[in-house]
């Protein structure tokens, strides 16, 4: 028999105290999420927020012409739906499953009692979403100043940084969209690193063969922001994933 999925695989959850663990339990809904599937679209009413474990949620905005980039990465160690605690109801962004998985679910009103009424759960949510802010700001200094090269980098590292498996489902122009450049833009980035010895690259998967010289090569965005989480989020439980030779797979689809 398969085993029940374990909320405590997500770092926020993790990190309640013991007496807000047995309150939450009950309230938390197990979901699984395909690729592509989107959450919230911009300006849609939110009624639930997420709380991935082995999925990855990308944050992404929609300009008015369809073009899109993203702004944060929400994994194992977040939430999907700040908005909700934070009195704005709506989020001008879309969230839409980056890579395949589960997560749990709970209902926006049950979110905004607990917010209120538990002062651990408001400081652990607003420290989160300090961090959540700093990869947001971070991004977009990154997309403003640096390579691709370097963003291709800190976008592997924050992926494998919230993967507990070692592959990841992705088609390239999924990819492209997500640090919004042209394809063909992902495809020469993704060969200059295979030409470095940090991944090898071939139709459908990524497989990182050098992490440390990945993450000598990425720009200053990536430390930063992991350094953010790490300070900002308690530690026990957390499944975030680290070391090398992690398989990301990238289906695209007419390589």
């Known amino acids: ?6 909320p405590k ?44 474990t082995t999925a990855i949620v990308s944050l992404l905005y929609v300009m008015e012409d369809g073009d899109s980039a993203e702004i944060a990465v929400v994994g194992n160690e977040g939430i999907v739906g700040i908005s909700l605690f934070m009195g704005g109801e709506t989020t001008t962004s879309r969230s839409v499953v980056q890579s395949a998985g589960a997560g749990f679910r709970m209902r926006g009103p049950l979110l905004k009692a607990e917010f209120s ?15 959540l802010i700093t990869q947001m700001a971070q991004t977009a200094v990154c997309n403003r100043h640096h390579s691709l090269d370097q963003q291709l980098c800190r976008w592997l590292l924050l992926s494998l940084d919230r993967l507990q498996g070692n ?29 470095a010895g940090l991944i090898q690259y071939r139709r459908g998967h990524i497989t990182v063969l050098d992490r440390p010289g990945l993450e000598r090569r990425t720009c200053e965005c990536y430390a930063v922001v992991r350094a953010e989480y790490e300070r900002l989020l308690p530690r026990g439980g957390s499944n975030a994933a680290s070391g090398s030779g992690r398989e990301l797979t990238a289906c695209d689809g007419a390589a």
């Open 9 to 52: 695989q997500n770092r926020l959850l993790a990190a309640l105290p013991a007496d807000e663990w047995a309150n939450w339990l009950p309230m938390l809904e197990p979901v699984e999420w395909p690729l592509g599937e989107v959450l919230y679209e911009s300006g849609m009413g939110m009624t639930h927020v997420y709380f991935p």
């Open 1 to 6: 028999m398969a085993s029940s999925p374990d």
């Open 117 to 131: 009424r538990s002062v651990a759960v408001m400081h652990l949510l607003l420290r989160y979403t300090q961090a």
């Open 167 to 195: 592959e990841l489902v992705m088609t390239q122009e999924l990819i492209a969209n997500m640090l919004g450049v042209r394809r063909e833009g992902v495809t020469e980035a993704a060969a200059n690193l295979q030409r």
